[in-house]
């Protein structure tokens, strides 16, 4: 065989082993198991703070920066500092090509960013960084489900890594960051609670969650929405305790 053919060849079937590995891993996978989660510290060199997260086959690089001001809408004579969060999809972060969102953002990102700057200042004490505006970006170079809550775990981590370089070279006083917080997926697909939904089995759900918690337990968001027939009170429950396990396993991973 031709060299340039047998190497085509070669990479055509790796690809086929690749994704059936990639099925059978979900198959073996039980109901209240996450994917293969990673955090890369310090991946990029000009963040103050910076992650890859990677939960499965969904990759987000969550970046931490500083602007040593508030925001305009803020009184002068308002004490705290602020968070704010951006999210981003990259074109080819999808199956097929997303346009980038260059002159407005769109509904679906402006929920998602909002939810992670939500979450986020949930566990800082904003008393605490005055005269500073923290901004976590989160760029989805590969999507294959729960980006949002992925987003939220790196952006944490980034903005942990940011804390600790500013409270070393004295531009932070005292630590704001109250306690960890962890996001993930859960819902119920096929008839089954099952935690950490790729994007296949997000798109088939019945009910589709989002959860947000500190690590003492404590709710931020819980997104819980039936996306078909309504689900009983212990489904919403069990949906609870999945993710809280799941988070947990997650907060012990920073």
Known sequence: MNMLFANIADKYTFGIIQADK????????????????????DFTKNAL?????????????????????????????????????EYSLLPSSTSTRCKRERTSVSG???????LIGRSLRACVDMTKMPDMTIIIDADVIQADGGTRTASICGGFLALKIAVEKLLKNGQLQENPIIEPIAAISAGIVDGEVRLDLNYEEDSSAQVDSNVVLTKSGKIIEFQTTAEGEPYEQEQLMQIFNVAKKGINEIIAMY
């Open 22 to 41: 990639e099925t059978e891993m979900r198959t073996e996978r039980k109901n209240d198991e996450t994917r293969q989660i990673k955090f890369t510290r």
């Open 49 to 85: 703070g910076s992650v890859l997260v990677e939960f499965g086959n969904t990759k987000v690089i969550t970046t931490a920066s500083v602007d040593f001001s508030k925001p305009k809408w803020m009184e002068k004579d308002d004490i705290r500092g602020w968070l704010t969060a």
């Open 108 to 114: 679906r990102t402006q929920e998602i960013q909002r």
